[in-house]
């Protein structure tokens, strides 16, 4: 079965600075997919990132970008002039590619924190 | 209203109570799907629905009865809960099940609270 682990339960950032979220993740598929999920306090969860895994380049969004390492099973979302408002908690998750094999298999979560 | 819609937003119970979740999505997807969402616990898939049919059931105690009448509505209903069932119980919905279309959508949750 397919684990999705994020190890850093919090983290904090200055603002207008960087910050990366580590993920690691354990399948034995080939072709899937991941996400990163953003879940402000007292709002909805909504799609930040997502990266193919058939896909070498690495997925960006103006300022969230990812660093994909399939071999090693990483996917670290690196998130750059940090605003107050990219407070939140932060959920990796996997999903296997074609059909409806399985469904979002997600991580812990980190807490993001950002200072003024 | 847009989106993905959930109410009540935040509910407390006793255990012998019958309560019932809504979720609406207005998207027009056919896939939806209910999560429990536990403190320093990863997500946990309840159920999934596609074209109202559910198909996934991921072990989920039989106090927690799911229903779809269309691919617009999800409820879960809720009776005889225990205390560890306190919770934020988030609904989802996607375009379908297929990966290459499955980025989720997410209700804003409803907080559960078991006395």
């Known amino acids: 079965a397919q684990t999705v682990t994020q190890s850093q339960p919090e983290m904090s950032v200055q603002e207008a600075e960087t910050v990366t979220l580590s993920c690691t993740y354990d399948?034995?598929?080939?072709?899937?997919?991941l996400f990163w999920y953003k879940q402000p306090p007292s709002r909805q969860m909504i799609l930040v990132i997502r990266q193919e895994a058939y896909k070498q380049q690495n997925a960006t969004e103006n300022r969230f970008s990812v660093n994909f390492q399939k071999a090693a099973k990483s996917f670290s979302l690196k998130i750059s002039d940090s605003q107050l408002g990219d407070a939140a908690m932060y959920f990796c998750?996997?999903?296997?590619?074609?059909?409806?094999?399985?469904?979002?298999?997600f991580g812990k979560g980190t807490k993001l924190s950002v200072k003024p | 209203e847009t989106g993905v819609t959930q109410t009540p937003r935040h509910l407390v119970m006793g255990m012998t109570n019958k309560k019932s979740l809504k979720c609406e999505q207005h998207l027009g997807h056919n896939a939806m799907y209910w999560y429990k969402q536990s403190a320093k616990k990863p997500l946990e898939l309840m159920f999934v629905y596609s074209l109202e049919e559910r198909v996934e059931n991921n072990s989920v105690p039989s106090r927690f009865s799911p229903e779809c009448p269309n691919s617009s509505h999800l409820f879960l209903h809720l009776h005889t809960l225990q205390p560890e069932d306190s919770a934020l119980y988030l609904c989802a919905s996607s375009p379908s099940l297929l990966a290459q279309y499955n980025e989720q959508f997410f209700g804003p949750g409803t907080r559960l609270t078991v006395l």
């Open positions: 399948t034995s598929e080939s072709d899937y997919y």
């Open positions: 998750a996997y999903k296997n590619y074609g059909g409806s094999q399985g469904n979002l298999i």
